[in-house]
């Protein structure tokens, strides 16, 4: 009897999700393993943004700079090692920030994504703030 109401339980959820494609893994978080699903959104949000601010941005280094093609260039290269540096800073600190948490746990996932969401969320005000009109 209780696997026929899991099942309709799980039916019901599913066709809800179906039903609401605007539904995220962050609604209705009840455990750590809907968490982790959630974190792992919010991070995968969060690093599709800064890729697309950090593409916009040297789309418009290439339009401001596009008459001297020298400067645009060496401009795209400082920005491409800066955002290489930010990386590498970004993951260096979210590993201090999880520690102590044990690799590979729920709780280190969870603390892991929380920290790149938000950092790459903080990067890509910035990345998109640069070369924009005044």
Known sequence: MKTI???????ATGAHAAANPDASPCDGVEDDHQTL??????RDT?????DENFQNLLERVNTQYGANKAEANDLIAKLKTAQDAWKKLRDADCAVE???????SEAFNIDQNDCLARTSDERSE?????LQPE
């Not at 969060?46 to 800064?50: E, G, I, Y």
């Open 46 to 50: 969060a690093v599709k943004l800064l």
């Open 37 to 42: 699903g959630c974190s792992v959104s919010q």
């Open 98 to 104: 999880v520690f102590p948490a044990k690799p590979g």
């Open 5 to 11: 109401f899991l099942a309709l339980a799980l039916f």
């Open 126 to 130: 910035y990345v998109e703030s640069i």
